[in-house]
């Protein structure tokens, strides 16, 4: 069975940093490419990240490009997100989420699994 | 990055059809079939229905079905159930110029 454990949320002060996690198991992590997905407190969805099975590729949103960064351990199928410089509207619950397949040529964003999310409040 | 556009509401009755747009531009849905639907209930993680614009994953409902015409995807949602009640969000790739991913602003489902 597929799982998808987030950890690492909190409440943060604006310009702050914190990484969060994603245990996977149930499946061969490095085969697959992943993503995080962040939805904000009674909005809609919105693509944050994403990595190639091998983590040689990266893609980011515009609105984090600069300040988070991907990556992943596949020795501990482990999917990592750093935050650096958050701010308020950064806040939202975050996503990890496994896609259908591995990027190929560009992220297809195939999502199949999802984890159950975890919160990030950036406040003073 | 910029979303795509999605009618905030759309509601139907038991048993009727009902079909929410997506429209992008030239440079994400209408260049690429890399399309993708999601359903989320309150509190809950999405669930991929369709995926590279038509095709269902297994285990999704042969109710739900996914096409697209330019640069408007569209779900459509047969023989509603009360269960279908929820929030869809449409997904593409944003193209060559961003390398990244855009959904939709979201379409809350009302089963009437």
């Known amino acids: 069975e597929v799982q998808l454990l987030e950890s690492g949320g909190g409440l943060v002060q604006p310009g702050g940093s914190l990484r969060l996690s994603c245990a996977a198991s149930g499946f061969t992590f490095s085969s697959y490419a992943m993503s995080w997905v962040r939805q904000a407190p009674g909005k809609g969805l919105e693509w944050v990240s994403a990595i190639s099975g091998s983590g040689g590729s990266t893609y980011y949103a515009d609105s984090v490009k600069g300040r988070f960064t991907i990556s992943r351990d596949n020795s501990k199928n482990t999917l990592y997100l750093q935050m650096n410089s958050l701010r308020a509207e950064d806040t939202a619950v975050y996503y990890c989420?496994?896609?259908?397949?591995?990027?190929?040529?560009?992220?297809?964003?195939?999502?199949?699994?999802w984890g159950q999310g975890t919160l990030v409040t950036v406040s003073s | 990055q910029s979303a795509l556009t999605q009618p905030a509401s759309v509601s139907g009755s038991p048993g009727q059809s009902i079909t929410i747009s997506c429209t992008g531009t030239?440079?994400?849905?209408?260049?690429?079939?890399?399309v993708s639907w999601y359903q989320q209930h309150p509190g809950k993680a999405p669930k991929l229905m369709i995926y590279e614009g038509s095709k269902r994953p297994s285990g999704v409902s042969n109710r739900f079905s996914g096409s697209k015409s330019g640069n408007t995807a569209s779900l459509t949602i047969s023989g509603l159930q009360a269960e279908d009640e929820a929030d869809y969000y449409c997904?593409?790739?944003?193209?060559?110029?961003?390398?990244?991913?855009?959904f939709g602003g979201g379409t809350k489902l009302t089963v009437l």
């Open positions: 997904c593409s790739y944003a193209g060559s110029s961003t390398l990244g991913v855009v």
């Open positions: 030239s440079s994400d849905v209408g260049s690429y079939n890399l």
């Open positions: 989420a496994k896609d259908l397949g591995d990027i190929v040529v560009v992220p297809a964003a195939y999502f199949d699994y």
